[in-house]
């Protein structure tokens, strides 16, 4: 059975940081490519960060670029996102997310599996 789990969300002062992580299991971590995406309330589901099955490309949307950082751990089958200087416009839920190669790692709908989502909340 295939499984994602994030954690590390919560609520921070503008500024701040906080890391998520994305526990998985049921699949092969490491020939997947992981994606992080949020949803804030009203919004579509966007693309904030990839990184590629060895871990050698990782791309951001520009909003966070210099700001979040992408890491994997295919020993651990986990990934990350550390996220700094936060700001309230990055609120929402924060997802994980998993795909074959690395075309198109922008699209939601070509990811495989995800995870349930963390709340992220950046208060001002």
């Known amino acids: 059975q295939v499984q994602l789990g994030e954690s590390g969300g919560g609520l921070v002062q503008a500024g701040g940081s906080l890391r998520l992580s994305c526990a998985t299991s049921g699949f092969t971590f490491g020939s997947y490519g992981m994606g992080w995406f949020r949803q804030a309330p009203g919004k579509a589901r966007e693309f904030v960060a990839f990184?590629?099955?060895?871990?050698?490309?990782?791309y951001y949307t520009n909003s966070v670029k210099g700001r979040f950082t992408i890491s994997r751990d295919n020993a651990k089958n986990t990934a990350s996102l550390q996220m700094n200087s936060l700001q309230p416009e990055d609120t929402a839920v924060y997802y994980c997310?998993?795909?074959?190669?690395?075309?198109?790692?922008?699209?939601?709908?070509?990811?495989?599996?995800w995870g349930q989502g963390t709340q992220v909340t950046v208060s001002s």
């Open positions: 990184i590629s099955w060895t871990g050698g490309n990782t």
């Open positions: 997310a998993a795909k074959i190669g690395s075309n198109y790692y922008y699209n939601p709908l070509l990811y495989d599996y």
